[in-house]
Every structure is written in structure tokens, then in C-alpha cells.
């Protein structure tokens, strides 16, 4: 009965503000959006996503009114609920009293069977308040609220299934209220504006490709990294042995088990797993600073702290992400912690690397660019990107950490390196 009311208010509805607006692209399909079924991280994180509630959860666990201007109730059995009068839905619907109610009825239909609604004894509306009443009453409202979240969906959001994704090989798109394929397929934007604190792991799928051996034979090899270290050819690791010696020092393993949470293995840019037999101390040959995003929050502790003690040499510096990309675009940085990606389509993402005239080179200048990575597109892109860079020790893949900002701030953060790739949750503005 606690979580019946608690599904009432995360009555969530696609929220309105424009100022909270951003983009979100995906390469990873939800399977579930309904809140009371979705149990994956991206399923969970898309219905989280796309509605707002009545009441909202703080960062401290603290219960805060959201849609909702008051909830009141004498015994805990009926629940008299005071909605806010200027909020709107995105399709500038008013959120009022009506409204919810909807959404209670779609819940009583979907989910006829469900403990959480079963409890719910009856729904009146009058006036401006929603009158809420139990079978049995509820005295730990603000307990369970501080640690779950049941949502209820817009019904203004309810179409079809197969209206709610389109596909095209591993993309796709959320079209709100859409039945019908579009003839023409292309990754789309998604919108929301909920002003959620967003903890999401950084991931990529990069293009499969082959890499030849002294023997002239070929294997196939697979990276599925985003963050590595971006090294600045034209000054601080101009000196091949200098890269080679930051490469061979980091001890792939323990960089994973440094960092909180699950990790893919790492996988070099030349498609050789890691192992620690190839870790050998060294020295650089002058002292460096390496950037890391601040955004990255604890994470970001947890990277400087690896690397500073890996190598002497090395200095950590925490910056805003969207500073780090000014520097390296004006070569006034040694090192940059910072997500990189091949993957099709979004190798623009990745062709500021190949920009001879680009201030941001962390290709070797007296390595030719071949003219063709600079006319083909495509699959025979990918390939021939890979197969150059392969002979190359220009940065080193990582492992996924995690970011950590709010949805309102995301304008302050600026990702326009950070590849929208395999992980749903990645760059969130583009």
C-alpha cells in the first residue's frame, strides 16, 4: 500500500520546460518502458527519463513536491493531493487534476492485477485535488519514496509498440504518439527535461576490423572501449619512446580494479588484449600534466590517483570537460583523459583527429594522412582509419568510468568528442 501511493505520485509526465531541454541519441534499444516492468539500466533509466512526478526524490533521499503544490492526509487511508496549476505536458497539455487521472486509469488497465493497485480503494476528483483512498492505510510514505521509484506512464504517451521504436541496424528512435514507420530512417533526437542527477558509465562500440601479422596473415579483433589517453604529438610526446613508455607502464588489470563498478577488458588500439606481463616501469622525459573531466566525479579521483602513482612523472589535473577541449584545440595541453571513438556513423566524432590543419593532432605530423581517409566514407572509412592508426602509439584505451551531472547543467557540459555509442547512456547533448 506504501508503493500505491508512491505510484501515484511518480505520476510522471513528460515534462515542459525548455531551459532543461537536451538531445538524446541512442545506440541501444530498451526493451521494457513500462516503470513497473523495467528492470535493465537502460530500460529503468529511459522511464526515469522520459516523465516527471508529483513529488520528486532528492539527491539526499529527501521527498520534495514536484507536479504536486501539497499532499495531505489525517489517517493515512485517503490522501487529498493539491496539484500546481502552470505546469504543462511537452505536447502543452495542462497537468491538472483530469490528467492524472488518466494515467491512474491506464495504470488500472495495464496492470488490473498488480498488488499496487489493487490497494487503491477509489480515485475522486474535486476541484483542484485529487482525492486518493486505500484499502489499507500507509505510514511510511516518505521511507519508501526516498529509496524506490514506481512510475505510471503519460497516457498522452501511450501508443502502439511498434510505434515507439524505429530501427535501423543497431540505431533507433523514440517517436512520442508515432504508429507508422517513416520511409526513411535515420538516428533522431529524443528529447526530455526532467532535471535528474544522471550516474552513467561511458561506453563504446568500436568497428571490428583485422590486423596483419609479421606472418602476412590477418586476425579478426574487436574494441569495445571509449576513454583513452589523448597525447599531444606536437610537444609533450613528440618523442615516440615517450608514448611507448606511458603505454607500456599502465597495468591495464589494476587500472579496472581501481575503478568502481563493472569494466569491460581493455583492448589496445593494435586489438592485443592487455596483459600485465607487458607492464614495464619507465621514465618520461619531462613532466606532464594529464587533464581529467571533473564530471567524471569520484571516478575522477580515482583516475588521477591511478595515474600519478604509475608514473612520477605524471601530474593530475581535474578540469571541466568543455575547458579540456579548448585547450587541446589551442595545443596547450601534455595529456587528456578523454572518450574517443571510430564507430559508424558518428565518425565526426573522430575526424578532428585526422585535420592536418587542426590544432588538435595527436597523430604524428611526419606521418602522411593517406588522401583517401580524407575523400571515402562508410565501411571502407572505418577500415582504412583502422589500418592506419594501428601502426600508430597515439593513445591507449581504457575502461569505462562513470559521469555524473544534472540534466539542467547539460548545456555546461560539452561532448562533442564523447562518442554517442553502445551504452545508452552516453552523451546526453550533441
Same mark, same amino acid.
Given at each position: 500500500m506504501i508503493r500505491i501511493f508512491m505510484a501515484l505520485v511518480?505520476?510522471?509526465?513528460?515534462?515542459?520546460?525548455?531551459? !532543461?531541454?537536451?538531445?538524446?541519441?541512442?545506440? @541501444?534499444? &530498451?526493451?521494457?518502458?513500462? &516503470?513497473?516492468?523495467?528492470?535493465?539500466?537502460?530500460?529503468?533509466?529511459? @522511464?526515469? *527519463? @522520459?516523465?516527471?512526478?508529483?513529488?520528486? =526524490?532528492?539527491?539526499?533521499?529527501?521527498?520534495?513536491?514536484?507536479?504536486?503544490?501539497?499532499?495531505?492526509?489525517?489517517?493515512?487511508?485517503?490522501? !487529498?493531493?493539491?496539484? $500546481?496549476?502552470?505546469?504543462r505536458t511537452s505536447f502543452n497539455n495542462p497537468i491538472d487534476v483530469n490528467y492524472v487521472y488518466r494515467s491512474l486509469e491506464h495504470l488500472s488497465r495495464t496492470l488490473p492485477d498488480n498488488p499496487l493497485v489493487q490497494n487503491i480503494k477509489s480515485i475522486q476528483i474535486k476541484d483542484y485535488e485529487i482525492i486518493l483512498r486505500l484499502r489499507t492505510k500507509d505510514t511510511n510514505l516518505k521511507d519508501v519514496l526516498a529509496t524506490h521509484l514506481f512510475?505510471?506512464?503519460? &497516457?498522452?504517451?501511450?501508443?502502439?509498440?511498434?510505434?515507439?521504436?524505429?530501427?535501423?541496424?543497431?540505431?533507433?528512435?523514440? =517517436?512520442?504518439n508515432d504508429r507508422e514507420y517513416p520511409k526513411k530512417i535515420t538516428p533522431k533526437l529524443w528529447t526530455g527535461r526532467i532535471d535528474n542527477r544522471?550516474?552513467?558509465?561511458?561506453?563504446?562500440?568500436? &568497428?571490428?576490423?583485422?590486423?596483419?601479422?609479421? @606472418?602476412?596473415?590477418?586476425?579478426?579483433?574487436?574494441?569495445?572501449?571509449?576513454?583513452?589517453? =589523448?597525447?599531444?604529438?606536437?610537444?609533450?610526446?613528440?618523442?615516440?619512446?615517450?608514448?611507448?613508455?606511458?603505454?607500456?607502464?599502465?597495468?591495464?588489470?589494476?587500472?579496472?580494479?581501481? *575503478?568502481?563498478? $563493472? !569494466?569491460l577488458a581493455v583492448v589496445d588500439l593494435k586489438g592485443s588484449p592487455q596483459q600485465n606481463s607487458v607492464v614495464k616501469k619507465c621514465s618520461l622525459s619531462e613532466r606532464v600534466v594529464l587533464g581529467v573531466p571533473v564530471e567524471l566525479g569520484e571516478e575522477a579521483s580515482l583516475i588521477c590517483n591511478f595515474f600519478e602513482s604509475t608514473l612520477a612523472d605524471i601530474r593530475c589535473q581535474k578540469t571541466r570537460f568543455n575547458k579540456l577541449l579548448e585547450k587541446i584545440k589551442s595545443d596547450e595541453f601534455d595529456a587528456t583523459f578523454l572518450a574517443l571513438t571510430m564507430d559508424y556513423p558518428f565518425l565526426r566524432s573522430f575526424n578532428l583527429l585526422l585535420m592536418r590543419d587542426s590544432s588538435f593532432r595527436v597523430i604524428n605530423t611526419n606521418v602522411e594522412i593517406p588522401k583517401s581517409l580524407l575523400t571515402s566514407n562508410g565501411n571502407t572509412y572505418v577500415k582504412e582509419l583502422s589500418d592506419f592508426i594501428s601502426s600508430e602509439e597515439y593513445f591507449i584505451a581504457m575502461s569505462r568510468p562513470k559521469r555524473v551531472f544534472r540534466a539542467s547543467k547539460i548545456d555546461d557540459y560539452n561532448p562533442s568528442m564523447i562518442n554517442p555509442g553502445y551504452d545508452s547512456l552516453e552523451n546526453l547533448k550533441r
Open positions: 511518480y505520476t510522471l509526465v513528460v515534462s515542459c520546460r525548455g531551459n !532543461h531541454e537536451y538531445v538524446k541519441y541512442v545506440y @541501444s534499444k &530498451p526493451q521494457i518502458l513500462f &516503470p513497473f516492468e523495467a528492470v535493465s539500466e537502460v530500460d529503468i533509466w529511459f @522511464s526515469r *527519463l @522520459s516523465y516527471r512526478g508529483l513529488t520528486k =526524490v532528492t539527491d539526499k533521499g529527501i521527498v520534495k513536491m514536484d507536479l504536486a503544490e501539497s499532499i495531505k492526509t489525517n489517517d493515512f487511508k485517503e490522501f !487529498h493531493i493539491k496539484l $500546481k496549476n502552470s505546469e512510475l505510471i506512464h503519460n &497516457p498522452e504517451d501511450v501508443a502502439e509498440a511498434t510505434g515507439k521504436y524505429v530501427r535501423q541496424g543497431n540505431f533507433f528512435r523514440l =517517436v512520442a544522471i550516474t552513467a558509465f561511458d561506453t563504446a562500440l568500436l &568497428p571490428p576490423g583485422r590486423i596483419k601479422k609479421e @606472418s602476412g596473415k590477418s586476425r579478426s579483433y574487436s574494441l569495445f572501449e571509449t576513454w583513452g589517453l =589523448v597525447l599531444n604529438l606536437k610537444d609533450a610526446f613528440k618523442n615516440k619512446a615517450d608514448r611507448k613508455c606511458l603505454s607500456q607502464a599502465i597495468e591495464r588489470k589494476k587500472f579496472l580494479e581501481t *575503478l568502481s563498478g $563493472k !569494466h
